[in-house]
């Protein structure tokens, strides 16, 4: 954890688009956990949805850019949608437990 104790310099703009983003994941999240209780099978639900969405971010056209620059939106895509429907499994799974 090298920058762990050193702040880095964020904009306004950037703290706001920071919060909209957590906001927004933080209730897709809960929509997905709510959706997926519902399910017979909620696992099974998570994955096929996963799987789906999965093959969206793979499959998607993003507008013009460098192929890099196309690399990192999709695999920072895939790492909030991964990060979403773990924590959602966690949230169900906890629930269950108690």
Do not use: C, W
């Amino acid at each position: 954890m090298k920058h762990q104790n050193r702040h880095s310099f964020v904009t306004d703009d950037q703290a706001m688009q920071m919060g909209a983003d957590m906001a927004i994941q933080f209730m897709l999240m809960m929509l997905f956990q709510v959706v997926s209780e519902m399910a017979d099978d909620p696992r099974g639900l998570r994955l096929d949805v996963h799987e789906e969405l999965s093959e969206l971010i793979a499959t998607y056209r993003l507008p013009p850019m460098p192929e890099n620059a196309a690399r990192k939106v999709k695999a920072s895509a895939t790492k909030i949608l991964d990060g979403i429907m773990l924590r959602s499994f966690e949230q169900t799974s906890s629930a269950s437990l108690s």
